[in-house]
């Protein structure tokens, strides 16, 4: 996925350190070296199923940028990444009822990153679908990443955590290649507006420093 050119591969190379302790967090690694703490485990299933509820919301917001401002070849590829996320809100059911985690009554814990406020400021229409795509890129790349870590080889996963196939299937890294090439076309005709790539490596960023909060929030003692 690194070392093609663009400028996202760029930004992974440039930010490599955070890019690192978003996607070889101890929480991650402690599930690929079957270490994990199931109560860890559990807070980190309620918070993200509150993750994926906002980050549909978001993403509708990519979608409708994607049509008012780019070519109909992406909005196919957002509306797949809209069905997935329902199927990823049935996969969160089922996994909340395996390990008794109660989804109806999970509300945020105060050590989760603000993440309504992180989306919702970009889902604003000032905002460009260049720095939107961006951000949903890099959201989807860092579960990516962090969870095929957990599937490659010597890894003590506990096969009951289907968690990682979900995120570290060959499939899923196509998908999100496919929107790394979004990305990189979209900030790569923008190269004199140099305040829209700002923006997104702003984005990019941000959205590094809320996985690692996230990650940590999961990870901190109950
Ligand atoms: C916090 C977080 N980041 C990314 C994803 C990927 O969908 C997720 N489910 N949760």
């Known amino acids: 996925m690194e070392g093609d050119g ?11 350190g955070m890019y690192e302790r978003a996607t070889r967090h101890p929480f991650t690694v402690s599930i690929r070296d079957g270490s994990v703490d199931l109560a860890a485990f559990k807070r980190w299933l309620g918070q993200d199923y509150m993750f994926v509820r906002e980050f549909v919301a978001f993403l509708a917001s990519v979608l409708l940028k994607c049509c008012k401002e780019s070519d109909s070849s992406d909005m ?13 809100l049935s996969w969160f059911k089922k996994e909340a009822a ?4 109660d989804l109806a009554g999970i509300s945020p814990l105060s050590s989760t990153p603000s993440v309504p406020k992180f989306l919702q400021s970009l889902d604003d229409p000032e905002i460009s679908y260049s720095v939107a795509i961006t951000t949903f890129w890099i959201i989807e790349t860092v579960y990516q990443d962090s969870f095929a870590f957990c599937i490659e080889e010597g890894n003590k996963t506990p096969a009951e955590l289907g968690t990682c196939q979900r995120w570290g299937s060959p499939e899923f890294k196509q998908y999100c290649q496919s929107l790394q090439r979004i990305a990189d076309r979209c900030l790569a005709n923008a190269p004199h ?16 420093e809320l996985e690692i909060g996230f990650w940590d929030m999961s990870s901190s003692q109950s």
């Not at 196919?76 to 990823?88: K, M, Q, R, V, W």
């Not at 507006?193 to 590094?208: N, P």
């Open 193 to 208: 507006d140099v305040v829209v790539v700002k923006r997104a490596e702003e984005a990019f960023l941000g959205v590094l």
């Open 6 to 16: 663009g400028t996202a591969a760029a930004w992974m190379a440039t930010h490599r």
């Open 98 to 101: 395996k390990w008794s985690v």
């Open 76 to 88: 196919e590829t957002i509306l797949g990444g809209l069905a997935s996320l329902s199927d990823e």
